[in-house]
């Protein structure tokens, strides 16, 4: 099979990889720190100072919260979203689950070292906002840098975490580039509509 995961998604695939490396046949991260390490809060890289405030604003209970993540992961955020709209947004995707969701991402972030992650025997395609700010694009470098072989990063210009919806055409551009080999050329030469056509 051909994997892709985006953010949570491409902790998922990169595990797939590297437990099931004989299923995995291709695999795209996008924005996803897997490699990130637990002293890097502590060190500053990221926008927020605890895993309880990136909780507070990852799985927001407020309108105001939800602005909050909506401006941490665009780029270009929309300016006017009504308090309607978005305590439907949070009754729909953030209250059914919850304190398992907070466990994960409290999970995600204890005791993680890059030490410790797996190596993967894939040559990924790794796609990255260029202002993320949920996952630092640095951790698209180290990720890298683990996994090296050939691993390709593309990085896509004015766009935050949420790649998938604000740069969706160049995005699946990518994945469909790396996914989809090219039909190989024909050797025979047709004729289509009385032009001779390869």
Not at 32 to 48: H, I, L, R
Not at 98 to 103: D, F, G, N, S, V
Not at 169 to 198: T, Y
């Amino acid at each position: 099979m051909n994997v892709v995961g985006i953010s949570y998604g491409g902790f998922v695939a990169y595990s797939m990889a590297a437990q099931f490396p004989e299923r995995v046949e291709k695999l795209v991260l996008c924005c996803a720190g897997v490699c990130m390490e637990e002293k890097d809060m502590d060190e500053g890289m990221f926008k927020v100072k605890s895993v309880d405030e990136a909780t507070s604003i990852l799985l927001p209970q407020t309108p105001d919260k939800a602005r909050e993540l909506v401006n941490l992961s665009f780029y270009k955020p929309v300016k006017t979203m009504p308090s309607c709209f978005l305590q439907d947004f949070i009754e729909v995707m953030c209250t059914e689950h919850l304190q398992e969701k907070k466990e994960l991402i409290q999970a995600l972030h204890k005791d993680r070292k890059l030490s410790n992650l797996p190596k993967i025997d894939k040559s990924p395609l790794i796609i990255w906002g260029e202002y993320d700010q949920v996952f630092p694009i640095e951790l698209a470098h180290r990720l890298i840098r683990h996994v090296g072989k050939d691993a390709k990063l593309v990085v896509i210009k004015d766009a935050g975490h949420a790649i998938n919806a604000e740069k969706s055409k160049e995005m699946f551009r990518h994945l469909k580039s790396f996914l989809i080999d090219p039909l190989p050329p024909s050797k025979f030469k047709s004729e289509v509509n009385g032009h001779k056509a390869d």
